[in-house]
């Protein structure tokens, strides 16, 4: 080796050096967000939004309360401002009405302990539940902030299976903006996404994303066991139905209405209500990006808790109203 290739060595030695080191570098910070142990909360227009399943059970409250709180603290971690729960996941829905005769009023413990949880880890948190007031019984949903406050709202379009377990009363078909970290925002439980022109009209009041929860499934013939998947024909049931939680006239819709869509079904199986779950939730962004998913889960055996994380962006400045 002669001296000018000496020369080319030492001086590329240290550069070299530092390139693998950044190299090194980079690739343990890819390894720590993929671990979560860097959270990004994105830029200013942005909002960090999770989509959160745990199997609710139904009737059974505090378990289903309890089962809520690691879900919000690893939202919370994954730098989540709000994390999205499903229909009626404090009491539970089946068409048996064991959830609905576990209606709780708004001053109920176990919805302290969910604002307490808001408070505690720094995330709003929305989730549904059969709410008593008085003689009446409503399908709920709530919003619960960091600062102690909370949004209340309640279900419209209360179609006729719920009716026919519960007198399930129909609430005014008006929708409650309100904002997380700037963001406006709308909740519609399950059926409300049927109300005639509703989306068009939370558009034209400047909503940057409306929240969808829901309760959807069926019977435990809607799902199946880990071994049915040898039979051909329950193959090609299951491709079919585990993509349903992606909707293509959704994307379009967002897209459309310059306005975002986070969806959050509910999941769990409890033989003794003959009512399945298999969750599935999304989140659109504004610009039909999706952002999030938890695939539909049509297995009975392979039903678990799932969190997902996304981002929207706030409508175009030009749109609102």
């Excluded at 399943?53 to 709000?82: D, F, K, M, W």
């Excluded at 009209?201 to 435990?220: M, N, R, Y």
């Excluded at 379009?252 to 209405?257: A, F, I, N, P």
Aim: glycine residues 8%; aromatic residues 4%; charged residues 20%.
């Amino acid at each position: 080796m002669d001296r000018h290739q000496n020369n080319c060595m030492r001086h590329a030695a240290p550069r070299l050096a530092a390139a693998i080191w950044q190299g090194k570098l980079l690739l343990a910070l890819l390894a720590a967000l993929l671990n979560g142990c860097v959270s990004l909360r994105g830029s200013e227009s942005e909002l960090g939004i999770a989509v959160a399943q745990p199997l609710v059970i139904p009737g059974a409250v505090e378990t289903n309360v309890r089962n809520v709180e690691p879900l919000v603290i690893e939202a919370a971690r994954r730098g989540a401002r709000l994390v999205v729960f499903s229909e009626c996941g404090v009491t539970g829905y089946d068409l048996k009405g064991t959830g609905a005769k576990a209606a709780i009023t708004l001053e109920n413990p176990a919805l302290e302990q969910i604002g307490r949880m808001a408070k505690e880890h720094g995330i709003a948190i929305a989730t549904g539940f059969y709410e008593e007031q008085g003689e009446k019984l409503f399908n709920s949903a709530a919003v619960f902030f960091p600062d102690g406050k909370r949004v209340i709202q309640r279900k419209h379009n209360v179609m006729a299976p719920e009716k026919a377990i519960a007198p399930v009363t129909s609430a005014a078909r008006e929708r409650v903006i309100f904002q997380v970290d700037g963001l406006r925002c709308a909740i519609l439980i399950c059926a409300d996404a049927g109300i005639p022109d509703i989306f068009d009209e939370l558009s034209k009041a400047g909503c940057d994303a409306v929240i969808l929860i829901c309760a959807g499934a069926g019977d435990e013939s809607f799902g199946m066991h880990q071994a049915e998947l040898a039979d051909p024909a329950k193959r090609k049931s299951y491709a079919q139905s585990v993509v349903r939680c992606l909707d293509s006239a959704a994307i379009e819709q967002c897209l459309r209405l310059d306005m975002a869509q986070v969806a959050c079904n509910q999941a769990g199986w409890n033989p003794a209500t003959g009512y399945f779950h298999p969750g599935g939730s999304s989140i659109i962004n504004r610009t039909g990006e999706v952002t999030a998913v938890i695939p539909s889960n049509l297995i009975f055996e392979r039903l678990r808790p799932e969190l997902a994380v996304g981002v929207i962006n706030p409508r175009k400045k030009e749109t609102k109203q």
